[in-house]
């Protein structure tokens, strides 16, 4: 429940992000710079809790302008890692861009590790391989005209 409470919170402070006089408690982040017009980004993160193995991801799709165009949060259940929930909240958030057919996507995220995993063009053949077919997968054969893979640190 925990997991949940976090990911809901991480949606309402990313939607918030352009909204004036809101300030939130959340830890400072890089600030968010928008993809090039006529691309939209997927902001993706997801939450583990290693006690209970359980995992939520997050992804909010924004235009050149800044402005939300769809956010979803997702409770995963049981999953094997922190890194297996990432990559559960990228898949989803490009399935997401998909559906609204969008074409030119770029997938943010905070772990280095999925983004220089996504970036290989071999067969993956990690923990993750499976999701790593699926996003592979969403690139090549739904039609994105490109998807670029960015990681942004969080402070």
Partial sequence: ?????HVANMVEALVCLGAKGVRSNHRAQ??????????VK???DGTFEVRTRNGSGVAVVRDHLGQVQA???????????ALM????????GLELAHELGYTQVILEMDNSTLVNAL???MA???RIAGLWHDIRELDLFLHFKCVGFDWRRIT
């Fill in 1 to 5: 429940m925990a997991a949940v409470k």
């Fill in 30 to 39: 890089e600030s968010w710079h928008p993809p090039e017009e006529g691309w």
């Fill in 42 to 44: 997927v902001n993706s």
């Fill in 71 to 81: 956010a979803q949060a997702r409770w995963q259940g049981q999953v094997d890692d």
């Fill in 85 to 92: 929930v990432e990559a559960l909240a990228a898949r989803d």
């Fill in 119 to 121: 970036k290989v063009t």
């Fill in 124 to 126: 993956d053949r990690s």
